[in-house]
């Protein structure tokens, strides 16, 4: 995929999702390297995205982390990555990734799949602020 940015782990969320909404806000107060950009399923270069690495993009209620050109993780691997790289107690966290994916990605998919009853639902994408333009592509 070209135009996307070098050195940089694309982190592909639901833009309508209330709870990804706020997972999204809590990564960029937290991402001190610049490592994120974030991108949402529904966008054109989300659904490219999808695309490109095999997932279907109508059917996942995962966020997606792709690193270009190297790998991409989803549901539990992709929530296990992103809080390895924001550092602190954060990183901590990897600690799940001793239990079996099958356990992480239960877990994961229990909230998934109650995340719209228990912190609702947009009509559209958010629109990101002048000062946080810069993290979305």
């Known amino acids: 995929m070209q135009n996307l940015p070098k050195n940089k782990k694309i ?3 639901d833009g309508v999702c209330n709870l990804c909404d706020s997972a999204v806000q809590f990564i960029i107060e937290r991402d ?8 949402a399923l529904q966008s054109d270069l989300g659904k490219e995205i999808c695309h490109y690495i095999g997932v279907n993009p109508k ?8 690193e270009p050109g190297i790998a991409y993780y ?20 990897t600690v799940f990734k001793i239990l079996p994916q099958k ?7 229990y909230i ?15 629109i990101p602020s002048p000062e946080l333009k810069s993290k979305f592509i």
Do not use: P
């Open 103 to 109: 356990i992480n990605d239960a877990f994961y998919d």
């Open 32 to 39: 001190k390297k610049d490592v994120f950009r974030f991108v």
């Open 11 to 13: 982190i592909l969320f």
């Open 59 to 66: 059917i996942t209620d995962s966020i997606i982390l792709y």
């Open 112 to 126: 998934a799949k109650n995340r719209y009853r228990w912190y609702g639902k947009k009509e559209h994408c958010m």
């Open 74 to 93: 989803y549901k539990s691997q992709a929530a296990l990555q992103i809080a390895s790289e924001l550092g602190s107690f954060y990183s901590l966290l």
